[in-house]
């Protein structure tokens, strides 16, 4: 079984920073893609940044310049660096990953639980 548990969530203050960790645990033989999404109340679940297991990086254009998403292979974790908070940047936060469990199995697509990221004064 694979889970993947999200953490760093939390309230802060326009312009400040918060740092989100989502590590990959169980039945795990590779692990491809991963990244973050987010869904804000009343909206649809969107792309906020992903990371290929040979590093290169993608980035939704409202977060450019302002996040940066990293991994780190041998922990099968990724990382989501958010500074420059804006009010707009509230939302739940979800880490996904394609993973393959076992030798012979697929790549499936899995999610963390959700972790809340508040951005308010």
């Known amino acids: 079984q694979v889970q993947l548990v999200e953490s760093g969530g939390g309230l802060v203050q326009p312009g400040g920073s918060l740092r989100l960790s989502c590590a990959a645990s169980?039945?795990?033989?590779?692990?491809?893609?991963m990244g973050w999404y987010r869904q804000a109340p009343g909206k649809q679940r969107e792309l906020v940044a992903s990371?290929?297991?040979?590093?290169?990086?993608d980035y939704a254009a409202f977060v450019k310049g302002r996040f940066t998403i990293s991994r780190d292979n041998a922990k099968n974790t990724v990382y989501l660096q958010m500074n420059s908070l804006k009010p707009e940047d509230t939302a739940v936060y979800y880490c996904?990953?394609?993973?393959?469990?076992?030798?012979?199995?697929?790549?499936?697509?899995?999610w963390g639980q959700g972790t809340q990221v508040t951005v308010s004064s």
């Open positions: 169980g039945s795990i033989f590779n692990i491809d893609a």
């Open positions: 996904n990953a394609v993973i393959k469990a076992g030798r012979y199995s697929t790549y499936d697509n899995y």
């Open positions: 990371i290929t297991k040979s590093y290169n990086m």
